[in-house]
């Protein structure tokens, strides 16, 4: 069965303490890797896809990359801003349709 | 504005009842997604329609139904409503299946 793990469930930070989320996950072919970021109350928001182990994607203080079983969220220097829910989703290749399996997310607070 | 428009944004109701909700994707997106967030379950995928057609289908209950119209909004009906149905529901748009997808902010959705 597909699965997606995120840890740690919660984490707080002070504003400039680097860190990284993980993100495990199974699924029977890789189409791709999704992060989203979600803040209270509102809808989740496109942060970066990935496809292929090895690649990385970079916007502002946040990079995410990917291997053959797991995903990080590295987040440089965050600020309080960058508080959030931060989710993982996958979407396999066997899917006919778009579907994404989302993990139940790490809720990110920073603190100034 | 994700460009992604969802109505209404709160909707209060009795068990029993049917409810409709309402999604516009954004201009040009011809896959519409539905996802459904409580607390304990996260986020849900329930069903996506492609261009007017069903595409795929998620462990959505037999009392809900939806439908993608010529125009490309769509709609998600609920009926028979039960306290457990309270929740979150999300509807999605993308361009094409392997695109990240466009959130828009959700009908929260309470029976009473």
């Known amino acids: 069965e597909d699965q997606v793990t995120q840890s740690p469930e919660a984490l707080r930070l002070q504003e400039g303490e680097s860190s990284s989320l993980n993100c495990s996950y199974t699924v029977s072919g890789l189409r791709g890797l999704f992060w989203y970021r979600q803040d209270p109350g509102k809808g989740p928001e496109f942060l970066f896809t990935l496809y292929s182990a090895g690649e990385e994607k970079e916007k502002e203080r946040l990079k995410a990359t990917l291997t053959k079983k797991e995903s990080f969220l590295h987040i440089t220097a965050p600020k309080p801003e960058d508080s959030a829910t931060y989710l993982c989703?996958?979407?396999?290749?066997?899917?006919?349709?778009?579907?994404?399996?989302f993990g139940q997310g790490t809720e990110l607070s920073v603190k100034p | 504005d994700s460009g992604v428009t969802q109505t209404p944004k709160h909707l209060i109701t009795a068990t029993g009842q049917r409810v409709t909700l309402r999604c516009s994707p954004r201009?040009?997106?011809?896959?519409v997604y539905w996802y459904q967030q409580s607390l304990d379950q996260g986020l849900q995928f329930l069903i996506q329609?492609?261009?007017?057609?069903?595409?795929a289908k998620g462990n959505i209950l037999e009392r809900f139904s939806a439908q993608q119209f010529p125009d490309l909004h769509s709609e998600l009906n609920l009926s028979s409503l039960e306290l457990g149905d309270s929740a979150l529901y999300f509807c999605?748009?993308?361009?094409?299946?392997?695109?990240?997808?466009?959130f828009g902010s959700g009908t929260r959705l309470t029976v009473v």
């Open positions: 329609y492609y261009n007017g057609e069903e595409r």
């Open positions: 989703a996958v979407q396999a290749s066997y899917n006919q349709g778009g579907k994404l399996i």
């Open positions: 999605a748009s993308s361009p094409r299946e392997k695109y990240g997808y466009t």
């Open positions: 201009s040009g997106d011809l896959s």
